[in-house]
């Protein structure tokens, strides 16, 4: 296997951070803004997403979490026993604006998965979607209004965010190659 680290924590803390300030530059009234991450790492992601918020506006955003599970589209053929985290939604999505937060955008079936588990929790004036790395690769019709960076990759390439609150490590690497 090959690697290469593309961002250090640093960078990846200056990532999230510019990412904040997009949100809060395109969504003029952040009190109508509620974050949800997806389980794993789009949680803590989210999670630091509402601290930088909160330190730019003095204004605190709801959080929430999601669980895709028993939403993906492969749950039948996948081999492993899923690990269920749950969701938390404890506030309705009615007429907010939701900002889906997660660490890779690859196929994009995370994401519709994610907000077919919204639409149960209310109607949202808007859903965007935040993402650190699009890695592109498309399987549906789903872009990031918010990119931390983009990493076009080819066959066999793999992205792997780690998180300090899941990993004990902030990085993003590039991983190829045969095992």
Same mark, same amino acid.
């Given at each position: ?14 990532? #999230?951070?510019? #990412?904040?300030?997009?949100?809060? $530059? ?5 009190? @109508? ?7 794993? %790492?789009?949680?803590? *992601? /989210?999670?630091? +997403?509402?601290?930088? #918020?909160?330190? *730019? ?8 979490? =999601? @669980? ?9 053929? %996948?081999?492993?026993? &899923?690990?269920?985290?749950?969701? $938390?939604? &404890? ?7 939701? =900002?889906?937060? !997660? ?8 994401? %519709?998965? /994610?907000? !077919? ?6 109607? /949202? ?8 790395? @699009? ?5 549906? &019709? ?9 990493? &076009? ?5 793999? =992205?792997?965010?780690? +998180?300090?609150? =899941?990993?004990?490590?902030? /990085?993003?690497?590039? *991983?190829?190659?045969?095992?």
């Amino acid at each position: 296997m090959n690697q290469k680290q593309l961002l250090d924590g640093k960078r990846l803390a200056q990532t #999230i951070t510019r #990412i904040s300030h997009e949100i809060i $530059e395109k969504n003029t009234t952040p009190k @109508d803004v509620v974050l949800i991450g997806i389980h794993r %790492r789009g949680v803590p *992601i /989210a999670i630091r +997403i509402q601290n930088q #918020i909160n330190s *730019i506006t003095q204004i605190e955003i709801p959080i929430g979490t =999601v @669980d895709i599970t028993f939403h993906r589209d492969d749950f039948r053929e %996948r081999l492993v026993i &899923p690990q269920i985290r749950g969701t $938390e939604i &404890p506030f309705t999505l009615d007429g907010k604006i939701v =900002v889906l937060v !997660d660490d890779v955008l690859f196929t994009g079936r995370t994401i %519709r998965a /994610a907000m !077919d588990v919204l639409n149960a929790f209310g109607r /949202a004036s808007a859903i965007q979607l935040a993402v650190l790395v @699009d890695r592109g690769h498309r399987e549906v &019709p789903i872009r990031a209004d918010f990119v931390g960076k983009n990493i &076009p990759t080819h066959e066999g390439e793999h =992205v792997s965010v780690l +998180i300090q609150e =899941v990993d004990d490590k902030d /990085a993003v690497i590039l *991983i190829w190659g045969d095992e």
